[in-house]
C-alpha cells in the first residue's frame, strides 16, 4: 500500500465517521480496545490500496476522502465496480485473495485492520460481528444493484442513475436541489457504467440542455429538482 501510517493516541473517540463506520456499535471501552489493532494510512491520488490478486491481509475503513474499486477484464479494459465514502468498509470477503483493485481518488485516511486481530475482536464483540454482517449484505445489494444498471438501463439511465446516487451519497441539499463535488473524471464514470467517457458527456450535456442538470466545470453538479431528475433512472 502507498501511505505513511500512523497511530494517534485515542482517535477512534473522536473519529468523524464513528455513527456509520463498524465502530458505531461500540461503546468507549470496546472502542479503546478496537483502537489498539488501528493503524490509520493516508494515501494521496492514485494511490494504491491493494491490487486485485493481492493477499486480503487487511481490511479498512475509509474516514476521509473517496476510493475507486475496479477489476481488469481479460482484454485488458477496466470496470469501475464501485466508489466508497467516508463511512465505508472495504475489504469484506472470504476468500484469500482481493477480488478487486481500491485506489485512491482524492486524499484520502483510513483505518487498517489486520484481519486476524480483526477477527479475534469479533468472537469478544457480537455487536461488531453484527455490524459487518450488516455491511456485508448492504455490500451484497449494492453489487446488485450495479448489475441492474449495467444488463437493463439505458446509457442515458445508467447515467441518470448514477448521478443521482452520488449527490446523494456525498452530496448537500442546495435551492431545492442537490449539488455535489464529485471526486472521480468523467472516464470513470464511463467505466462504472459500461459506456464510453464521449457518451458519458453528450448524456450530461443533453441532460444540461433539458434543465435537469447544471454543472460548474467537469466536476461539481447541481440536480435542481431531485424527484424529477428521479424519474429518468428507468426505475419507474
Not at 475509509?62 to 481488469?72: A, H, N, Q
Not at 442537490?178 to 470513470?188: E, F, N
Not at 464510453?196 to 440542455?209: A, M, Q
Request: proline share 4%; glycine share 8%; aromatic share 6%.
Amino acid at each position: 500500500m502507498d501511505g505513511t501510517p500512523s497511530s494517534p493516541n485515542f482517535p477512534c473517540q473522536s473519529c468523524e465517521v464513528r455513527d456509520t463506520a463498524i465502530c458505531a456499535a461500540l461503546d468507549d471501552e470496546e472502542l479503546r480496545q478496537l483502537n489498539a489493532i488501528v493503524t490509520s494510512v493516508k494515501l494521496g491520488p492514485g494511490a494504491t490500496v491493494f491490487h486485485e490478486g493481492d493477499d486480503s491481509t487487511y481490511l479498512f475503513n475509509v474516514v476521509s476522502g473517496s476510493l475507486r474499486l475496479s477489476k481488469l477484464l481479460p482484454d485488458g479494459r477496466r470496470q469501475i465496480t464501485g466508489f466508497l465514502f467516508p463511512g465505508d468498509f472495504l475489504g469484506l470477503s472470504i476468500a484469500e485473495v482481493y477480488a478487486y483493485s481500491a485506489e485512491a481518488l482524492v486524499e484520502t485516511t483510513l483505518c487498517r485492520f489486520e484481519r486476524g486481530r480483526l477477527a479475534k475482536l469479533l468472537e469478544r464483540f457480537p455487536k461488531l460481528e453484527h455490524r459487518l454482517l450488516s455491511l456485508a449484505g448492504n455490500e451484497l445489494t449494492q453489487a446488485q444493484d450495479h448489475l441492474m444498471v449495467l444488463g437493463r438501463k439505458t446509457a442515458a439511465e445508467r447515467v441518470i442513475t448514477l448521478l443521482l446516487t452520488l449527490s446523494k451519497r456525498i452530496g448537500v441539499e442546495q435551492n431545492g436541489g442537490w449539488q455535489a463535488d464529485l471526486p472521480m473524471g468523467r472516464p470513470d464514470l464511463a467505466d462504472y457504467t459500461g459506456l464510453t467517457t464521449e457518451t458519458v458527456s453528450r448524456t450530461i450535456s443533453l441532460l444540461r440542455k433539458k434543465g435537469l442538470l447544471d454543472t460548474n466545470g467537469m466536476r461539481r453538479i447541481h440536480i435542481p429538482d431531485i424527484e424529477k431528475f428521479s424519474l429518468h433512472t428507468g426505475d419507474y
